[in-house]
Nanobody
Framework: QVQLVESGGGSVQAGGSLRLSCAAS????????????MAWFRQAPGKEREGVAA???????VYADSVKGRFTISKDNAKNTLYLQMNSLKPEDTAMYYC???????????????????WGQGTQVTVSS
């Protein structure tokens, strides 16, 4: 199975920005991200996993209400890389962030974890007040 590897997490003060990346390794059949819906999820300690944003194969996007206007999901099919640009970060954005590949080209709204069957290991984002 293709491995998804996240990077770009870190610690930032409230109001700051971070850009997360998710690279698909060992995929040799063209663009992985042109075949599947891709998404970002997050999970804070003691909380359920939350779907943050998703992008389908045509570039259509879905966002959770909590991040609309602040986060932007995008992808570079040629580089097999998914991105999450996070601006105006808040302490409540603190979580482990995961990228995931869906079971098909379509992305459900809202972003639902059961649609995704390939997950990365996560990257930690910490926002201090």
């Amino acid at each position: 199975q293709v491995q998804l590897v996240e990077s770009g997490g870190g610690s930032v003060q409230a109001g700051g920005s971070l850009r997360l990346s998710c690279a698909a390794s060992a995929y040799t059949y063209g663009s992985y991200y042109s075949r599947y819906c891709m998404a970002w999820f997050r999970q804070a300690p003691g909380k359920e996993r939350e779907g943050v944003a998703a992008i389908d194969t045509a570039g259509g996007t879905v966002y959770a209400d909590s991040v609309k206007g602040r986060f932007t999901i995008s992808k570079d099919n040629a580089k097999n890389t998914l991105y999450l640009q996070m601006n105006s970060l808040k302490p409540e954005d603190t979580a482990m962030y995961y990228c995931a590949a869906g079971r098909g080209t379509y992305c459900y709204d809202p972003v639902r974890a059961d649609w995704y069957n390939n997950w990365g290991q996560g990257t930690q984002v910490t926002v201090s007040s």
